[in-house]
Every structure is written in C-alpha cells, then in structure tokens.
C-alpha cells in the first residue's frame, strides 16, 4: 500500500475575491500560482507544499455544520483570539459558547469560527 501526505483542501466559495481578502486577513496566507489550470480557481499556500483551494462557485448552496471543519494550529491561541476580536470576528467553543475557547480532553485549546461562506475553522495549540 503506498502512503499518503495531505495536499490541498478545496472549498466552494460565493466570492473568490472576497474569500481571498478573508483567508489573507485572518491567516496571511500567500496568494500562489494555480498551477493545475487558467480556471478563476486561486490559491493559498497553507506551507510546507499544502494548499487551500478557493473555488468560484456563486450560486452554490453551502451546507455545514461544526463537526464538517478544517483546523490550523498555532503556537500561541491567545495571540490569535486577540486577532479575531480585532477583526470583530466572532468564534466560540466547540459548544458554541460565544467568545469562549475549548480546551479539550487531551489538553489542547481551540477555537472555532466561520468564514464568509459558512465553512467551520478550527484553530488549535500547536503541541
């Protein structure tokens, strides 16, 4: 069996343009080349070689919930909570707890918020 390593994450966005601005706000993600096509599709580099694919999609009817999310890690959550509130975006626990983080069974904080298309985000403690 060969192994795997993650890749890219691909999401359905309204607004490619304005997902552009909210992922560079939140996470000073690099906008880099798509290489896969001249499709409106763009990219961020997430680093180390792994991407998040905005995909245009404005008439596309996005459904999720908390348990469907993605999550970064970063060594310092408290540091990025006070960037969210400077953003005035709003984030809660995992039981929805308005601006309260989680700190889970294993003893790692989180946070969770939403981008401007519904997606869940997970923000984590790097170990």
Do not use: C
């Amino acid at each position: 069996m060969p192994t795997f390593i993650f890749n890219h994450i691909a999401l359905s966005v309204k607004d490619v343009d304005a997902s552009i601005v909210f992922y560079q706000k939140v996470f000073q993600l690099e906008e880099i080349e798509n290489t896969a096509s001249t499709s409106a599709t763009r990219w961020l580099s997430l680093g180390e070689g792994k991407q998040l694919h905005l995909i245009p999609r404005p008439d596309a009817e996005i459904k999720t919930n908390k348990a469907v999310h993605f999550a970064l890690s970063t060594a310092d959550v408290g540091l990025f909570i006070e960037h969210l509130d400077n953003l005035a975006i709003t984030y809660s626990d995992w039981r929805d707890t308005p601006t309260k983080d989680y700190i889970r069974n294993d003893g790692i904080r989180q946070v969770y918020f939403q981008d401007i298309d519904g997606y869940w985000i997970e923000v984590n403690e790097a170990v």
